[in-house]
T-cell receptor, first 113, second 112 residues
Framework: NAGVTQTPKFQVLKTGQSMTLQCAQD?????MYWYRQDPGMGLRLIYY???????DKGEVPNGYNVSRLNKREFSLRLESAAPSQTSVYFC????????????FGPGTRLLVL | LAKTTQPISMDSYEGQEVNITCSHN???????ITWYQQFPSQGPRFIIQ???TKVTNEVASLFIPADRKSSTLSLPRVSLSDTAVYYC?????????????FGKGTKLSVIP
């Protein structure tokens, strides 16, 4: 039981490049989330998926897109990376949206030059 | 607009009880409050959750007063390994959807 896994662990991009961050969970959870955490800052919700087939914007969705590929997988795409998107990205999952008991992955560190 | 507020930092000596308070306006009757612990270079880890009165587990207690405008995470007899950042998360309901709002985190430093 791996919990929540994220790939890659670390990535360097040039401004304007695109990339997709992958996330998978093996806990049969319905809800999945993407957060970003800037140095010394708290967590900000980018997008979430309450259940398979649905996605919704969080607090900071601009510059990102998401895909809930199936119940297990939830990907985050940066179409044209900007230095302001340099951050640590965390994926999380939970049984249900309203309970808030989220399990987090180890994070992806992204540096945009 | 839902807002979740907590102190930026706290210091405590080993063996003491630590209480960290989170303020949350516009919380509805059944909205859950969840606390997480985060160490450097790791993802947040679930500590405790509740929505009213008091909840206790093997590592912490969560106190929620009747007005539910704040909640307090209580860590009994902290040790050096409890040095971390603690986050409060509120799942605010309303208008047919949920707004998940983390506080900015409280950095707890445990002193020998």
């Amino acid at each position: 039981n791996a919990g929540v896994t994220q790939t890659p662990k670390f990535q360097v991009l040039k401004t304007g490049q695109s990339m997709t961050l992958q996330c998978a969970q093996d806990m049969n959870h319905n809800s999945m989330y993407w957060y970003r955490q800037d140095p010394g800052m708290g967590l900000r919700l980018i997008y979430y998926s309450a259940s398979e087939g649905t996605t919704d914007k969080g607090e900071v969705p601009n510059g990102y897109n998401v895909s809930r590929l199936n119940k297990r997988e939830f990907s985050l795409r940066l179409e044209s990376a900007a230095p302001s998107q340099t951050s640590v990205y965390f994926c999380a999952s939970s049984e249900a949206l309203e309970r808030g008991t989220q399990y987090f992955g180890p994070g992806t560190r992204l540096l945009v030059l | 607009l839902a807002k979740t507020t907590q102190p930026i930092s706290m210091d405590s000596y080993e063996g003491q009880e630590v209480n960290i308070t989170c303020s949350h306006n516009n919380i509805a009757t059944n909205d859950y409050i969840t606390w997480y612990q985060q160490f450097p270079s790791q993802g947040p880890r679930f500590i405790i959750q509740g929505y009213k009165t008091k909840v206790t587990n093997e590592v912490a207690s969560l106190f929620i007063p009747a007005d539910r405008k704040s909640s307090t995470l209580s860590l009994p007899r902290v040790s050096l390994s409890d040095t971390a950042v603690y986050y409060c998360l509120v799942a605010y309901s309303g208008a047919g959807s949920y707004q998940l709002t983390f506080g900015k985190g409280t950095k707890l430093s445990v002193i020998p």
